[in-house]
C-alpha cells in the first residue's frame, strides 16, 4: 500500500507468517485494507471501508488495517495482534503507526492493536472506550458490520 505525500516508510505488506506449532492459527494474507475472513461483510460494506482508510491514510499517514477471522484457534487475541502487526508490518517503519481492528466472532472477541508511534493518540483506556462504546453494543445486536464501521469512524476520529 502506497503512502503518497507521507515521510518513507514501509510501502509493501509483509509475506504471511507460517504455522508453527507455538502459533496454531496461520496469519491470514495481507489483502487489502480490510481483510474479512469471516464474512461479517457485504462486499460493498467492505468496499466503502476500504475508501475511508485509503482516504484516511492520505490525509494522515497512518495506516488502519480491519482484520475478520473466524476463529483464533486457541491463541489469545493480544498475541494474535501483535504478530499480526508484525508479520504484516502494518505502518510505517520507523514511526511504527499503524492501527488493526481485529474481530473474532466464534469466541467474542475485539481487539483494537496499536503502534507504538500512535499511543498518545489512541491510548488503551480509548480503545477500550471504542470497543465498549461504538463496537460492542451493535455487536450485541448482532449488527456486526455497523459494529465494525462505528469502530473504524471512531478509531479514525481518534488518530485524526
Not at 491514510?57 to 488502519?64: A, D, G, I, L, P
Not at 486457541?74 to 488493526?100: M, T
Not at 483494537?112 to 450485541?140: C, H, M, S, W, Y
Request: hydrophobic share 40%; glycine share 10%.
Amino acid at each position: 500500500m502506497l503512502l503518497h505525500g507521507c515521510p518513507v516508510g514501509k510501502t509493501t505488506p509483509a509475506p504471511p507468517v507460517a504455522a508453527t506449532g507455538e502459533h496454531p492459527l496461520p496469519l491470514p494474507r495481507l489483502t487489502g485494507r480490510v481483510v474479512d475472513n469471516a464474512h461479517l461483510l457485504s462486499p460493498a460494506q467492505a468496499t466503502i471501508l476500504t475508501r475511508r482508510l485509503a482516504q484516511a491514510e492520505v490525509r494522515t499517514c497512518h495506516q488502519v488495517v480491519i482484520v475478520t477471522v473466524q476463529s483464533l484457534a486457541g491463541e489469545s487475541i493480544e498475541h494474535f495482534g501483535q504478530r499480526l502487526g508484525n508479520g504484516w508490518g502494518i505502518g510505517r517503519r520507523g514511526y511504527d503507526d499503524g492501527v488493526l481492528l481485529i474481530v473474532a466472532p466464534i469466541e467474542r472477541r475485539v481487539r483494537i492493536e496499536v503502534g507504538d508511534g500512535l499511543r498518545k493518540t489512541l491510548t488503551d483506556a480509548k480503545a477500550a472506550r471504542i470497543i465498549q462504546n461504538d463496537i460492542l453494543p451493535r455487536f450485541r445486536k448482532g449488527a456486526m458490520a455497523a459494529g465494525i464501521d462505528a469502530g473504524a469512524t471512531s478509531i479514525l476520529r481518534e488518530i485524526r
